[in-house]
């Protein structure tokens, strides 16, 4: 499995290494926190975001359509770790549909693990989430952006 090139390339240009072990570092707890589904969609909702929980999968989703992108980004939190994917299709295409530690080992080359963040609490969670739709607004950003250089450059 590689990245495409243009994933890489946002990636890249987000930082999302650095982003994504500062993360892990600053929340690395060994603590379960019970959470109530509802509260968590309060959070999404009060974040800016209309998610939906799979109950047959147990994660929250978050879905956006935009030509010629489409983007997905799921969230797990078993266990009070925070495991995200970001899925991403252009045309229909899938691009990328991996969790954040996939696309770290993609990106460096490494089989080094990167810990998922961890909350023991909901201000812990609407923190780790905040900084995760920023990585994730900035990856949009970047990927957009590549699209619209290379439409440019043909």
């Known amino acids: 499995m590689q990245l495409t090139p243009e994933i890489k390339v946002a ?3 987000i930082q999302f290494i650095e982003r994504y072990q500062n993360l892990s570092m600053k929340y690395n707890f060994d603590e379960e926190f019970l959470y109530d589904n509802h509260e968590v ?3 999404f909702n009060e974040l800016g975001y209309h998610a939906r929980f799979d109950k047959r999968e147990n994660f ?20 009070s770790l925070l495991e995200f994917i970001w899925v991403v299709r252009k045309d229909g295409k899938l691009l990328t549909g991996s969790p954040w530690d996939i696309l770290k080992r993609l990106l460096d080359g490494t089989d080094e693990n990167v810990r998922a963040p961890v909350f023991r609490n909901y201000n812990d969670l609407k923190e780790i989430l905040k900084e995760a739709f920023s990585m994730y607004e900035d990856f949009k950003r970047e990927l957009l952006s590549v699209y619209r250089n290379e439409k440019r450059n043909a």
Do not use: T
């Not at 929250?60 to 266990?79: C, D, H, T, V």
């Open 41 to 43: 969609l309060r959070i």
């Open 11 to 13: 990636l890249e240009n």
């Open 60 to 79: 929250f989703q978050i879905a956006e359509e935009g030509s010629p992108y489409q983007f997905k980004f799921n969230i797990s939190l078993k266990y």
